[in-house]
């Protein structure tokens, strides 16, 4: 109780958030993005390499936010101290012809790591799990507070924004409106067919059939789009940033009280058979404050639906799986 007080009071002076990864394609440009947050009075960068650089070249931005560096493995619980708000791209990208699933064998070890970290250190934050496959590694997440009996399920998000900001960006430029009104719910989870923009719900638009089709693939594998564009030098990165900064400041801004910061995560819930599903959340001073129903689907959306949960549910227990073999 006194240390959540604590947690608290230090929040209304502004919040210390970490980045796990922050020398990374995401963690970079996502940890500049934050240091331009008033919200923020922290910044502690976590790497197992080349934290220093990084930190040293953020510090001289003249931005409230003090800038920490921890480098090397082993040392994330010294980084966590104190955080409020930790942010998690750390881990392997993929390369063309790569599912995310490709990266569980690497990124499921790493997430567990750090999640034991956060555990010991911070096990009242806020986490925002980045790292990829998305489905399986926020439920590994999970398990490993489980195991350390502090879970907290308002507390842990897998950030799906990129989804939500392509959909935004694909649909504005098919309908010929303006990309800062657009709004696209997208639920499900974060990879291929479990990625559902739910286009039967934006208010004014209209869709040929074929524009559905198209739309709808294209958000479930705009993830792809980057990686074959870049060849074999990683996946999307920048605005994986960007999507990355706008969820950390929502956060930030419920955190500190902002009212009616709604927002599609992967978070813990019993909407549907799968223990995780991104729908709308509204975020509050404490994390997840209210879970929303994702509304009626069109034929199209039921279907997709239908096929994806399989997938999530296999993709989740995997991960629970990992947890308890380990
Ligand atoms: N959720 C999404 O929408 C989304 C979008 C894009 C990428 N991703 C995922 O984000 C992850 C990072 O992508 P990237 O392009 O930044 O990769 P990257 O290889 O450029 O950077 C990853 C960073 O993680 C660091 N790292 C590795 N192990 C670590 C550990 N144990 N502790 C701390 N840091 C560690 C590496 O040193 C590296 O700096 C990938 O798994 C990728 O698939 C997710
Ligand atoms: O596609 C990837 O592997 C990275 C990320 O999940 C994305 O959607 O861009």
């Known amino acids: 109780m006194f240390r959540r007080l604590l947690v608290q009071s230090r929040r209304r002076h502004g ?5 796990l990864g922050a020398a ?8 500049l993005l934050i240091k331009q947050s008033p919200l923020v009075s922290e ?16 510090s ?6 003090k800038v920490r560096a921890t480098v090397g493995e082993g040392k994330a619980v010294e980084a966590l101290q104190g955080a409020d708000v930790v942010v998690i791209p750390a881990g392997v990208p993929r390369k063309p012809g790569m599912t995310r699933d490709d990266l569980f064998n690497t990124n499921a070890k790493i997430v567990a790591t750090l999640a034991e970290a956060c555990g010991t250190a911070c096990p009242d934050a806020c986490f925002l799990v980045i790292s990829n496959p998305v489905n399986s590694t926020v439920p590994i997440f999970a398990e490993t507070l489980k195991k350390m ?5 308002k507390r ?9 900001v392509r959909a935004q960006t694909f649909v504005a430029e098919n309908q010929g409106t303006d990309v800062a009104t657009t709004k696209v719910d997208v639920i499900g989870g974060h990879a291929g067919t479990t990625i559902l923009p739910l286009l039967s719900q934006i208010p004014g638009a209209k869709f040929s059939d074929d524009d559905v089709k198209a739309l709808t693939r294209r958000v479930q594998f705009g993830g792809d789009e980057v990686v074959q564009a870049k060849d074999g030098a990683g996946s999307a990165t920048l605005s994986m940033a960007y999507a990355g900064a706008h969820f950390t400041f929502r956060l930030l801004d419920a955190l500190n009280g902002a009212p009616n ?4 995560t992967f978070v813990e819930n019993d909407l549907t058979r799968a223990p995780f599903f991104s729908t709308p959340v509204t975020l509050g001073k404490h994390g997840v404050d209210t879970i929303h129903p994702f509304g009626t689907l069109s034929a199209f959306e039921q279907d997709n ?8 549910l296999a993709q989740a227990e995997k991960g629970i799986a990992f947890v308890k073999n380990h």
Do not use: R, W
């Open 15 to 19: 919040s210390s958030v970490a980045v």
């Open 24 to 31: 990374g394609g995401i963690g970079q440009p996502l940890s």
């Open 43 to 58: 910044l502690s960068l976590y790497d197992v390499v080349n934290t220093p650089g990084v930190a040293a070249d953020l």
């Open 60 to 65: 001289h931005c003249n931005t409230p936010g």
């Open 149 to 153: 009996g502090v879970y907290d399920k």
């Open 156 to 164: 842990l998000f897998g950030v799906t924004t990129l989804d939500v």
């Open 261 to 264: 910061v709604t927002e599609c």
């Open 305 to 312: 639906f239908d096929a994806m949960l399989p997938d999530l």
